[in-house]
């Protein structure tokens, strides 16, 4: 896929997670990972998991909800606060009260969704 391609796609992507599209998220940017080289394909997928991640949520599984973000997140602790162009660190950190009350075993039902941003865009 040429770099311009992949950035059309990725912001695709991008967009709907933050449209709560959260399957297509996962379609779109899967793309992407397949024709990665091996030290780029965790940080897809971690925003791959964490889509399925909320898809599990929709449907009430939140044990496969904690499990994927868990994993997700964990995938993108890896790389720097701001990375492909997107704001790593505040991702984390919105997921962060979404991790501690899946892993009370409780329905995050009071907590806002996270968004995807770009790198640089100030919080609201």
């Known amino acids: 896929m040429d770099t311009d391609r992949k950035r059309e796609t990725f912001w695709?992507?991008?967009?709907?997670?933050?449209r709560?599209?959260?399957?297509?998220?996962?379609?779109?940017?899967?793309?992407?990972?397949?024709?990665e080289p091996p030290e780029e394909k965790p940080f897809?997928?971690?925003i791959i998991?964490?889509?399925?991640?909320?898809?599990?949520?929709?449907?009430?599984?939140?044990?496969?909800?904690?499990?994927?973000?868990e994993a997700?997140?964990?995938?993108?602790?890896?790389y720097p606060a701001h990375h492909y162009g997107i704001d790593v660190a505040a991702f984390l950190t919105a997921l962060a009260p979404w991790l501690e009350t899946l892993r009370?075993?409780?329905?995050?039902?009071?907590?806002?969704?996270?968004?995807?941003?770009?790198a640089g865009v100030a919080c609201d």
């Open 12 to 18: 695709r992507g991008i967009e709907r997670f933050n």
């Open 20 to 35: 709560q599209e959260f399957f297509e998220c996962h379609e779109v940017l899967e793309e992407i990972w397949l024709e």
């Open 44 to 46: 897809y997928q971690g």
């Open 49 to 69: 998991q964490i889509a399925a991640a909320f898809h599990h949520v929709h449907n009430r599984n939140l044990r496969g909800a904690r499990s994927l973000m």
């Open 72 to 78: 997700g997140a964990a995938k993108l602790r890896r």
């Open 104 to 118: 009370r075993r409780q329905a995050p039902d009071q907590l806002a969704l996270p968004t995807i941003r770009p």
